[in-house]
């Protein structure tokens, strides 16, 4: 089966620095999405990558490894605002786009 | 700004009482998608239209169904709504469907079934 792997949730700290990981298992490999959704609203896209690798988008980066099945977002400089939850979603090899459930991530003061 | 819309916003039925939720996008993208969220699950895609070909998921039960009658609007009908429907439904766009093409989403519509 195809399977996307986040943590259900985590905490951190405003101003401090978090880390989402996301692990995947699918049949074959098209590319990786974050997205993030605050409670209530839409998803919105943040970062695609496609190739191994750190991808910089201000406070936020996205890095890949295909060998490994495994991404993670960064997000610097938190912000109350970035209290939201992050989905990882991964093209398979017939381009359907796995979800995974989201990472809610709680900025405290 | 060029948008993804969804009406309503929020949508109270009664059980077994048919109901639509639509969706309108003036991004002229060719693809248009459902989807059902439940809360803390992932996204779960029920359907998709590439311009008027649709495309329906095998685990989407026959109670959905979906009108395209132009590019900018999709409608989601729920022909009689059981309790475990209450939901959020997005409606997601792409230019062409490509496995790098981000999803544009519209606000949702949270479906409560009484």
């Known amino acids: 089966g195809q399977n996307i792997d986040q943590p259900t949730e985590m905490t951190a700290t405003e101003g401090a620095i978090v880390q989402i990981n996301c692990t995947y298992q699918t049949s074959g490999f098209n590319g990786l999405f974050w997205y993030q959704q605050h409670a209530g609203e839409a998803p919105t896209f943040l970062s695609y990558n496609v190739l191994d690798g750190l991808e910089e988008k201000g406070r936020f980066s996205s890095f890949l490894s295909r060998s490994k099945g495994y991404s993670y977002l960064l997000l610097k400089e938190l912000q109350m605002k970035d209290s939201a939850s992050y989905l990882c979603?991964?093209?398979?090899?017939?381009?359907?786009?796995?979800w995974g459930a989201g990472t809610k991530l709680i900025i405290k003061p | 700004d060029a948008m993804v819309i969804q009406n309503p916003r929020y949508q109270v039925t009664q059980f077994g009482k048919p109901v639509t939720l639509s969706c309108s996008q003036t991004?002229?993208?060719?693809?248009m998608y459902w989807y059902q969220q439940k809360s803390s699950q992932a996204p779960k895609l029920l359907f998709h239209y590439y311009d008027k070909d649709f495309n329906n998921e095998a685990d989407t039960p026959d109670n959905f169904q979906s009108r395209r009658p132009n590019t900018s609007f999709c409608f989601l009908d729920i022909r009689s709504p059981g309790l475990g429907d209450a939901a959020m439904y997005l409606c997601?766009?792409?230019?062409?469907?490509?496995?790098?093409?981000?999803?544009?989403f519209g606000s949702g519509t949270q479906l409560s079934v009484l």
């Open positions: 979603a991964v093209t398979d090899s017939n381009y359907q786009l796995i």
């Open positions: 991004l002229n993208h060719n693809v």
């Open positions: 997601a766009t792409s230019r062409e469907g490509q496995n790098n093409e981000k999803l544009f």
